[in-house]
């Protein structure tokens, strides 16, 4: 009451009893506002809303004459919220101003208005209804309608709203695109029959009827002929309930899906393409995801591969994934994968590993991989690999190296036995001339000095065979294992003095020991390393005339080292000096030997627990050192 004298500053009450002052207030008024009587039968139900007064504004909106008693009911009115007027009325009768959206329909348009209901008393109620135009609406809403109607046409998609009381059917902008229709064209629910293609009227007059008595929601796609050209349409509907739980409207969505269809044939056709294309390759393709560390996606069947199905992999956990490949591979199948975080899109790289197939045989797989998709901030989260069994290749290149390896070894035979026999072959015909030529000479009775020499010459001969008879039994006990040590304390400078007394002449050798305490070694066969040290020092030192040995201590080790000033070892060649068979220098004639010693000094030092080595500068000389464990009883 008090809102009602607030808007037109005038009490209700004297406005319906003076109905004249009413009309004349009332009618300069653009708002419809309506005086009803509630008019209830014997139960209690509202019968009808008989109107004692209706203004201007309330004759124009509905186009035609509200007379005295006509009935509110009749009129096309409903709630937007669906709920009834009985519930309406309810509530204004309990002191509660009502104001609630409505919709109406005048002569098939649809519009939408604010009511507002005012209690005069429990049998009269003054109605206020105010148009909303366009003009009304708020500009954010009016913005909102119009991207909704762009939205809708750029997608190819509209809505529609059935009412199920009134038997009327609004569509929107998008929905009279779909069918190429004048906007605002008059339709119904029935108008889906007007694009029936032949054959399919009775199937278009089944949705009809599931639309408009539909109680729940449902989809259902509709060929459709819209000016001779078929198209696919995608229907959405759901129904809305009133407060009661009545269905009063039914809302829904159209779908232009024709181009949609279309181009999922044309990929499903591609794609069966590119999957046959696949399926018959022998490369396996899949997709690893680095972030969860599986495998997503395989292109076939992978047990061919591994034994074990694409379900099965694709189900297994990272642990169960790293478990397959063999343990000396692991790190470097993590590290490859891994590495894609720094790789481009163009980045192709290829790893080759082993991985243990259900029947526990382990399978070589060579595998190229590129990026294949990257997360929001950029970062690599997908790769895609190309992988190849290549357990038959691997195979075959293991066997084409141990070819090749038994060739290198056949070879190295080969040429071990022809510098042996070049090398036993110098020797046995330089003792065989000299003893001939002393039979000669004995039975001629010659002077004993030129006897000595021949001896002398026979003997120098017959040491080279000892050693080299030496150092082919020494390779056999290494190569058997049967080789031994016998260790013993013994002074090193006597040491020293004995193993250079024995030495060629024509050098002269100093001697630098500064370790004044005895050693514990094998006596004899570290003799023999540093002989042979000496050796190789007066052999490839033919313009020089000195050598030093050098003997120190070290931290719980001793070193002894042996320098030369001859023409030293080449950088290249320098790390395989200590191989067997090697020899720096493949002349025989002018550097003779089997290329066995220094890999029998290199042996017996590691027999040792010692270290070994060579310093050189190529045209200036080399220094070849030992050090053995300082196991000296103190």
Partial sequence: MDEVSSIYGIDPNDLINNRGLLRSIFNVYDHTILVVELAFSSSGALNALPIMFANSAAQRLFQTSLSSQAD????DISFHSGQSWENFINRSLGDETCEEE???????????????????????LIILLKDIKPSDIDPQIATLRTLDNKTECMLNFGSWEYDVDAGSMYWSKGMYQIFNLP????????????????????????????LKSSEYSFEQDLALNVQGKVKLIHVESSPIKNASGKICKVIG?????????????????????????????????????????VFIYFSKEVSPFVGY?????????????????????????LDFFNGFGAATDDDIRTIEYRIKAIDNTYRWLKVRAKVFMRDESGKV?????AVQDYTLTKDAEDRLRENEMMQLLLQRKDEFINIASHELKTPITTVKAS?????????????????NVFLQKALSQTNKLVVLTRDLIDNAKLQSGKMRLNLEVFDLDTFLSEAIEEQMEGFEIIVENLVKRPIRA?????EQVLKNFLSNAAKYSPSADKIIVKAEEEINSFRISVKDFGIGIPDDKVSNVFDRFYRVDEKAVQFPGLGLGLHICAEIIKMHGGDYGVDSVFGEGSTFWFSIPDTTPH
């Fill in 72 to 75: 509110l009911l009749s009129l």
């Fill in 102 to 124: 409505v919709l109406y329909n005048i002569n098939g348009v649809r519009k939408s208005g604010q009511m507002v209901v005012l209690k005069v008393s429990n049998t009269k």
């Fill in 183 to 210: 906007d605002n064209s008059p339709v119904s629910a029935d108008k889906y029959l007007d694009f029936a293609i032949p054959g399919d009227k009775l199937l278009i007059e089944e949705f009809i009827m599931r």
């Fill in 253 to 293: 969505l159209n779908a232009d899906i024709t181009e949609t269809v279309e181009f999922k044939k044309e990929l499903s056709t591609q794609q069966h393409f590119i999957e046959q294309i696949l399926q018959a390759s022998p490369v396996l393709i899949d997709i690893y995801d680095l972030n969860r560390e």
């Fill in 309 to 333: 199905t694409s379900d099965t992999m694709l189900s297994m956990r990272p642990e169960e994934l790293q478990g397959l490949v063999d343990e000396d591979d692991k790190q470097r199948v």
């Fill in 381 to 385: 989260s997908q790769v895609i690999c």
């Fill in 435 to 451: 003893l001939q030529i002393l039979q000669r000479m004995m039975e001629r009775q010659e002077r004993e000095p030129v006897i």
């Fill in 522 to 526: 094998d006596r004899r066969r570290l």
